[in-house]
């Protein structure tokens, strides 16, 4: 099992060389990933945050070796013309490192839909993320884009140069266990991020659908585990677990998080 530091970009952490420090110390330490948030805003008393993507770029510039992405970006709040753009753009910057996770996100974490005027309906966010995938996908190919949708209009757009990683950069997917469209995205593409787990036992029948949907695909596939620091992670890498990403509160300091690094990767 691979080890992800997953970060809150909020308050101390919500300084890209800062951030990128810390992705250097991780990747000396022996950690395998460095992830990171993507919020506007988060409750009070929160009052700094970082964007993921500057601050990605920093990581990228900052490390050779780890993997580095937002997880997850909430796409259906993104044009996905310019995130073809940006990634393709990190992917290179990094030497094909990255790793894009996607999800719905969720208003009820901090209002930030509801306070910058985006759509609140899941269902209609699900839509917009299926849209947005499509054309971020066909982007990366570099062949010319013409999608016509509900959501989004690309009209024979070219996106060069493409992306590094090939036949694409690796794109996980978050999903509540249980919810079956979530999970048949998530076996469509290279990576599943299941949220809100109560156990592992949940985790691996999420897990084991996923894998069900996917029939007899043999690409690889990475199954991501969010757990906190020092947790026992043999239960979840036996159930299809591939990476941990440390659990991190929003608005931890930066001692904590370096000791958390020091530590190092799980097992």
Do not use: C
Not at 57 to 73: F, K, N
Not at 150 to 165: I, N, S
Not at 178 to 196: E, S
């Amino acid at each position: 099992m691979r080890s992800g530091l997953w970060l809150p970009l909020f308050e101390e952490l919500a300084e890209p060389r800062v951030v990128a420090r810390l992705a250097a110390d991780a990747e000396e330490r022996g950690w395998h990933g460095v992830f990171v948030w993507d919020q506007l805003r988060w409750r009070e008393p929160i009052r700094h945050v970082a964007d993921p993507w500057i601050t990605l770029a920093a990581i990228a510039a900052s490390t050779e070796q780890v993997r580095l992405g937002p997880l997850v970006t909430p796409l259906a709040r993104r044009r996905p013309a310019k995130v073809a753009r940006e990634t393709a753009a990190l992917d290179r910057l990094s030497g094909g490192r990255l790793i894009l996770g996607v999800g719905l996100g969720g208003d009820q974490f901090a209002g930030e839909f509801s306070k910058t005027g985006e759509e609140l309906d899941d269902r209609v966010r699900g839509e917009m993320l299926d849209e947005a995938l499509e054309i971020v996908v066909a982007a990366w190919s570099g062949e010319a884009v013409n999608h016509h949708g509900r959501h989004y209009l690309v009209d024979d757009v070219r996106f060069l140069p493409r992306p590094v990683q090939r036949p694409r950069i690796p794109v996980w997917t978050a999903a509540f266990p249980g919810n079956l469209k979530p999970l048949r995205r998530a076996a469509r593409y290279d990576g599943f991020f299941p949220v809100n787990l109560e156990n592992v036992d949940q985790f691996a029948r999420a897990v084991a659908a996923v894998r069900d949907l996917r029939g007899d695909n043999p690409v690889p596939y990475d199954v991501a585990v969010e757990l906190p620091p020092g947790s026992d992670v043999t239960p979840y890498a036996e159930a299809g677990a591939t990476w941990w990403m440390t659990a991190l509160e929003p608005g931890i300091s930066l001692d904590e998080v370096r000791g958390v690094i020091r530590e190092g990767p799980a097992g």
